[in-house]
């Protein structure tokens, strides 16, 4: 399905794992939630009236999809409000940014069950996202880990500050780009080499790197990764600093690009001063439409 076109925004990107393909499958003993026996659907609507199921439209409104029974699946209320935080947080965003232009919502059933054993949810074209959201049966049913193949990565070393970063703003947003690139680099190597734990030793990383450079206390949105790094000082330039006291903004500029499509993303790094350096208060991108906390 054609995306409609829409004002440019910034995705600030969450780790996200694409998960295989299920098939149509008979046979199989379900787990989890037993949906077997919906096999029709006015027992679904049924369902759905006693609060086990909920309707969910394939397409989103957002997108263009209409109530009609051809957009219309019966899920679980858990898989409808997923769905909707997929479409609304990473979705969304890409195709503000343009990013995406073309999105397909894809169930995959198990026997004569009218309830999908999993939905897959694609966005594409330049880029490409996909992610499928297991529901029940066969879909759930935990696969073998694979055996890993030599040592695992190890995260990167966060050295301490230098005099310069303690004292130039300048500096010091060179100094966070640095290991931020370095972070997400690890994130994205254990990521695909521990699936179990790769995640939580991202997340033990990434505290590590607020606890370095942001002020005391701070709780940051969430891990955020890729194979390409929203911050890196080969491709990150210093627009601008604006010092106040023990305050400070640094404006820099990231080049990337999709393909042939060259993008510029501007953020600001809301900086504080104490007890003898700086520290980061907030990382905002600087969209058309406003400005979004990264951090």
């Not at 499509?261 to 504080?272: C, G, I, N, P």
Request: charged share 25%; with cysteine.
């Amino acid at each position: 399905m054609l995306l409609p076109k829409l004002g440019r925004r910034r995705w600030c990107r969450r780790g996200s794992k694409v998960f295989g393909w299920f098939k149509r499958r008979d046979g199989a003993p379900p787990s989890g939630p037993d949906y077997r026996r919906v096999t029709t659907r006015a027992a679904a609507d049924k369902l759905c009236r006693q609060g086990e199921l909920a309707r969910l439209l394939l397409l989103p409104v957002e997108f263009g999809g209409q109530d009609i029974r051809e957009n219309v699946v019966h899920v679980p209320p858990f898989v409808a409000e997923l769905k909707a935080r997929i479409d609304r947080e990473q979705i969304l965003p890409l195709a503000y940014e343009g990013k995406v232009s073309r999105y397909t919502a894809t169930p995959e059933y198990e026997g004569s069950s009218v309830v999908p054993a999993s939905l897959r949810i694609e966005a594409t074209d330049p880029g490409s996202f996909g992610t499928t959201i297991h529901i029940w049966g066969a879909a759930v049913q935990p696969a073998a880990a694979p055996a890993r193949q030599g040592p695992l990565p190890s995260a990167p070393a966060l050295a301490a500050l230098d005099a310069a970063a303690r004292d130039d703003p300048a500096a010091f947003v060179r100094a966070f780009i640095g290991d931020y690139h370095a972070w997400n680099d690890y994130a994205h190597r254990i990521a695909e080499a521990d699936p179990a734990g790769g995640m939580d030793a991202a997340d033990a990383a990434y505290a590590a790197l607020v606890a370095k450079f942001c002020l005391p206390g701070l709780a940051p949105q969430g891990v955020a990764f890729g194979s390409d790094s929203s911050h890196d000082n080969a491709r990150e330039s210093v627009l601008g600093i604006e010092a106040n006291g023990a305050a400070a903004i640094v404006r820099t500029r990231h080049a990337s690009s999709i393909g042939t499509t060259e993008l510029a993303h501007d953020y600001e790094y809301h900086l504080q001063s104490a007890d003898g350096r700086w520290f980061l208060a907030s990382l905002l991108y600087v969209a058309d439409d406003g400005k979004y906390e990264c951090l």
